[in-house]
């Protein structure tokens, strides 16, 4: 028979991975096809002109050019309106 004395539990010890979501590309700043704009979780932010939204709501450039972001006003399906934050790449030549 053993004489071990059971190992405790703790409720400690489980701390996960930093996401690392946020604005990755501010207002003016120029992207290349591909990049990253954001991540997020959900849609706090909305793909305009020239962005692309990925599986995981992340949006990134579709075309090369510079980031702009604007207020736009959206009608949900209930006929109610609330304002949304977009996220568009103006092309430069």
Same mark, same amino acid.
């Given at each position: 028979?053993?004489? %071990?004395k ?6 400690l010890?489980?701390d996960? +991975?930093?996401?690392y979501?946020? !604005?990755?590309k501010?207002?003016g700043?120029? $992207? ?8 997020? +979780? @959900?849609?706090?932010y &909305?793909? @305009?002109? #020239? /962005?692309?939204?990925a @599986? *995981? *709501?992340?949006? =990134?450039?579709?075309?090369?050019g510079?980031?702009a &972001?604007? *207020?736009? %006003?959206k !009608? #949900? =399906? *209930? @006929?109610n309106?609330?304002? !949304?934050?977009?996220? #568009? /790449? /103006? $092309?430069?030549?």
């Amino acid at each position: 028979m053993a004489h %071990t004395k059971a190992g405790g539990s703790t409720k400690l010890g489980r701390d996960s +991975r930093s996401k690392y979501l946020g !604005i990755k590309k501010t207002a003016g700043q120029s $992207v290349k096809a591909g990049e990253l704009i954001l991540k997020q +979780r @959900g849609s706090h932010y &909305y793909p @305009g002109k #020239n /962005v692309k939204r990925a @599986g *995981d *709501d992340t949006l =990134y450039a579709a075309v090369s050019g510079k980031v702009a &972001y604007s *207020d736009k %006003t959206k !009608i #949900n =399906y *209930d @006929g109610n309106r609330k304002k !949304i934050k977009v996220a #568009n /790449v /103006v $092309v430069t030549k």
